[in-house]
Structures are given as structure tokens and as C-alpha cells.
């Protein structure tokens, strides 16, 4: 072999080093080799494979790219010389002109000896631009998780939190569709979308794990799901519930991607709880604020004393069963010297109730300072708070209007418990309805009775949380009770026998709460 053939293949190795050595992709570096190989043994077919399969092949018939790596079959296709470059690679060539040489051999096991060292490098390479591009990545999902934090911790609107994480995630994975959904009980579902519409959420209430929607089984939801091109679904949680969920647009999710997705998702929930739980606490100020301002309203609507009468004993107390009632009494001197009492019982509780107390008040005391009669009284203001209240919003009441010197009373009863007259030989008689509670319904008409209210008689009017208090057991104090109290009472002053009545209602509820509100009014006319 002359000098200058052995210079040529010698540059030739060089040249080839240059060129391997400034390679930046292993798939690029090993079709050069092939190239150069095939060249320097004039071979007419070729082959380079990496990590079992195929990566290039030349003249190989029946032999492409993405075929398994399988030594026999590439002998028998012709391939002579078969060497391996590195840990993870082979180069083959074969159908020369003539019978691959020693000195050829030798020449391609150096080249390929400096290649192995290339791909190793170009390897390493790769590997350290992937490592680094996985830690940007990393670092970057870790900055916008960060941002997402402090932009929950600024904000106290779930709806704003939800925003917030929509926004998130569209900027995130660049998607053009999504939804968002969060639910609690008590509170106002919230539903984000852009580019897809899924409303029905019950199925997916009990969703516990981020997945591909192609990992649903196969149903109505899931179909559902692909035709909006949904592509992963991933659940927002705190503790073992389910509180929302986040459908992701349709694209290939990995491991990863969806586990900080659901990292983002946790951060979501817990700041929707959070939020949740300040609107309620607000909520929460602010009924308070209603019922003291209500509880006030009702306190003030109430007589600071009962008009002192000659011959009569009258007390009054009502006890809410919460901390605004419904109940109401009242008792009104009349320019005639006649004196109204008056129990009710508004329907509704809270701000609105105390209201239609105030306009019942208002409108009672404005009708009987005219000398209507109490009948006319109560039609007219049947109308008016007909006309000036909700379908919904009535009182019942019962109204009586006693002339003091001659002891003559009239009654209407307007939808409420019955009265009671205890005689002064213990005899009793019931005051029933005689008409629709007040503002239920226009233009009714209203019953009137007239009786004598003798000395030593007395007249008690109350709520039906007297005689409908239960005990323990469910059972009702009932209006056979109260009659027996008051007979027990009837020699005491109106004040203990109002008295008397609270003490005797506890001891017969015992434990059961108290849930409606009581009201006991006692008028009795005194022995001259």
C-alpha cells in the first residue's frame, strides 16, 4: 500500500473527525457516518440503527427507518460488516465491488472508534440542553404557581379566584378552551368557560384524579367531553371532598403536566374555601346587623307601658323564639275612653317582618284614632296592607275593644288563636275566628262579637306559641291547659298570671327548644 493512499485515508479520517466532532444531533452525526463509510468502500447498501431500531438505510430493499434493529435479517440483505458505535448504535455496509478488505475494515472501525466518542458527546449534549430546558420549565411552573399564590392571597371573590386560575391555565398550556367550575352548599355555583360549554357538573362531583379524558369510561359524559374537545379533566379538592373541577382543551397531556396542573388546582381550592368562608363570615356580620337593627325595631314597636285604666289589671310580655320574633301586642285608648288590645302574629321573620309589624302598628293606630268602628277598622286595614305588601306577607290578630265603665266588649278575630274569657265562677269561653288574617286577601268581610266583660272576669289573648309549645315527646301544651291555668290563677294579678303562664310553658317543654314565638296578654276587669 503506497504512502500516499495511507495519507489520503489518514486526511480522510481527519476530515471525518472535524466534521462528527461539530455535530450537534446524534441522528445528524450518525447519517454522516453512514455517508462517509458507504464512500470509502464504495458500498451499495448501508444501514445505522440506534436504541434497537432504524434510524437510516440505504439500498436496503424492504428496510426503513423505524424497522427493529435484527442482525440476520440485515446479513441476509445483503450488509457485510456490521460495527458498533458506542453503547447504543451499529453501522452496517455491504455489496461492494469486491469483498470488503482487511485494510478497509480497519479503516472503518477507526472512523467509526471516532464517532463513537462523537455520539457520546453529542449525547451528553443533549442530554444537558434537555436537563436544562426541564429545569426552565420547572422554574417557570414554579414562578406562575407563585404569582397564581400571591394573586390568590390579594383576592377574596371565588369568582375572582376562579378567574384567576382560568386565566392561569390559558396562559399556561396556550389553550383556546376550558372550563371552569366550583361549587358549594349555601353558596352560588361558579362556571368559567371559553370555547367549550359543559354544564351538567353532577357526574363529575365525585372526580378524585387528574386524567386524560380518553381514561374516562366510556359513556355520555365521556362523548360529551370529546366533542367539546376536552382533553384532560382535573379536580379542585380540600380534604376528601370534590369541590370543582377543570376541563382542559384537547391536546396530548403528560404525567407531569397534568400533576402540576393539579398543583395549581390544590392552590385554587384552597383559596376558594377561603374566600367562601370570608363572603359567609360577611354574610354572616351583616345578618347580624339585620336582626339587631330588626330586633330593634320590633322592641321600639311595642308599648313602653300599657295605658292605666280604672278598674282594670292588664299586663302583656312577648319572648321571641329567636332573636328577632313575629309576635306583637298593643293596647290603644280611644277618644271615645274605649281601650283596643290587641295580639298578632306577623308572618315571615327578621328585617322584613319587623316592618310589616311597623306597618300593621302604623296603620291600626292610624285607623282608630277616627270613630270607625273596630269591624271597619279591621276590612280597612285588611286592604291597605293588602295593597302595600307582598302576596305573601300577612298578620293574624285578634283585636278586642272594651268600653271601661260598662265592662261591653267587641271582638274580631282575624285569623288568629282563639281568645279565652275566664268567667269569675271559672266558666270559660273560646273567642274564634271569624275572618282571613290581615292582608291576605282584598275585600273580605269581618265578624263582630259583643259580650260583657263582668267584674272578676278576665280575657286572655296569646300566640300560638303558648298552646302549641311541645315537650319532649311532641306533645302540645294545648288551650285545655292554659284554660286550667288560668282557673288556677284567675284570684292573682294579670302580671303573675302572665307570669304564671311563661313558668307553666317551660316546665312543660322541659329540654324541647322553644320554637316559635310566645305572647300572653291578661285583662281583667278587678271586683268592686
Excluded at 485515508?9 to 444531533?25: H, I, N
Excluded at 368562608?277 to 314597636?301: C, G, M, N, P, S
Amino acid at each position: 500500500m503506497s504512502l500516499t493512499f495511507e495519507s489520503a485515508r489518514l486526511e480522510a479520517l481527519v476530515e471525518s473527525a472535524r466534521m462528527l466532532q461539530g455535530a450537534t444531533d446524534v441522528d445528524q452525526l450518525l447519517q454522516h457516518l453512514l455517508r462517509s463509510a458507504m464512500a470509502h468502500v464504495l458500498a451499495r447498501r448501508g444501514f445505522v440503527a440506534r436504541d434497537g431500531a432504524i434510524t437510516h438505510a440505504r439500498g436496503l430493499a424492504g428496510v426503513h427507518a423505524g424497522a427493529a434493529y435484527e442482525e440476520d435479517a440485515l446479513r441476509a440483505a445483503g450488509i457485510e460488516l456490521i460495527l458498533p458505535v458506542g453503547a447504543s448504535a451499529h453501522i452496517g455496509v455491504g455489496t461492494t465491488p469486491t469483498a470488503i478488505q482487511p485494510d478497509q475494515e480497519q479503516f472503518l472501525a477507526a472512523l467509526v472508534g471516532i464517532s463513537a466518542g462523537a455520539v457520546e458527546n453529542v449525547r451528553f449534549a443533549a442530554d444537558v440542553r434537555r436537563l436544562n430546558l426541564n429545569l426552565d420549565r420547572k422554574l417557570q411552573e414554579l414562578r406562575t404557581l407563585l404569582d397564581l399564590v400571591r394573586g390568590f392571597t390579594s383576592v377574596v371573590d371565588p369568582d375572582e379566584v376562579v378567574r384567576l386560575l382560568a386565566l392561569t391555565l390559558a396562559g399556561q398550556f396556550m389553550l383556546s378552551r376550558y372550563v371552569v367550575a366550583a361549587w358549594k352548599e349555601g353558596q352560588p355555583p361558579i362556571l368559567r368557560a371559553k370555547g367549550a360549554r359543559f354544564e351538567n357538573m353532577e357526574p363529575l362531583r365525585e372526580l378524585a384524579t387528574a386524567m386524560p379524558v380518553a381514561d374516562l369510561d366510556s359513556g355520555a359524559v365521556r362523548e360529551e367531553l370529546i366533542a367539546q374537545r376536552i382533553g384532560a379533566l382535573v379536580p379542585l379538592r380540600t380534604g376528601d371532598h370534590t369541590i370543582g373541577v377543570l376541563l382542559l382543551g384537547a391536546r396530548t397531556y403528560t404525567a407531569d403536566e397534568l400533576e402540576y396542573t393539579r398543583g395549581l388546582a390544590d392552590q385554587a381550592a384552597v383559596a376558594l374555601e377561603n374566600a367562601w368562608h370570608f363572603r359567609e363570615t360577611v354574610e354572616k356580620k351583616k345578618l347580624e346587623k339585620e336582626l339587631e337593627l330588626a330586633a330593634d325595631i320590633q322592641r321600639r314597636l311595642l308599648p313602653a307601658a300599657l295605658p292605666a285604666v280604672e278598674g282594670y289589671d292588664v299586663a302583656a310580655n312577648t319572648r321571641p323564639a329567636r332573636h328577632v320574633g313575629g309576635d306583637y301586642y298593643d293596647a290603644i285608648q280611644r277618644a271615645d275612653g274605649r281601650v283596643v288590645y290587641c295580639v298578632a302574629d306577623v308572618s315571615g321573620k327578621g328585617i322584613a317582618a319587623s316592618l310589616l309589624m311597623s306597618n300593621f302598628q302604623a296603620s291600626l293606630r292610624a285607623f282608630l284614632s277616627s270613630a270607625i268602628p273596630l269591624v271597619e277598622v279591621v276590612t280597612r286595614m285588611n286592604n291597605l296592607m293588602h295593597a302595600s305588601t307582598a302576596a305573601n306577607k300577612y298578620v293574624t290578630a285578634i283585636f278586642m275593644d272594651v268600653d271601661p265603665a260598662s265592662g261591653h266588649a267587641r271582638v274580631v278575630n282575624a285569623g288568629h288563636n282563639d281568645g279565652v274569657i275566664l268567667r269569675a265562677d271559672g266558666t270559660a269561653e273560646r273567642l274564634k275566628a271569624g275572618g282571613l288574617a290581615v292582608g291576605l286577601m282584598p275585600g273580605r268581610t269581618y265578624n263582630e262579637t259583643e259580650w260583657q266583660l263582668a267584674p272578676g272576669d278576665l280575657v286572655a289573648l296569646y300566640s300560638d306559641g303558648v298552646t302549641e309549645a311541645n315537650d319532649p315527646e311532641e306533645n302540645e301544651y294545648s288551650i285545655e291547659r292554659l284554660i286550667e291555668l288560668l282557673r288556677e290563677k284567675r284570684a292573682e294579678s294579670a302580671d303573675a298570671i302572665v307570669r304564671a303562664t311563661y313558668e307553666s310553658v317551660d316546665a312543660f317543654a322541659s329540654t324541647a327548644p322553644q320554637y316559635d314565638d310566645i305572647t300572653m296578654m291578661v285583662v281583667r276587669r278587678v271586683l268592686t
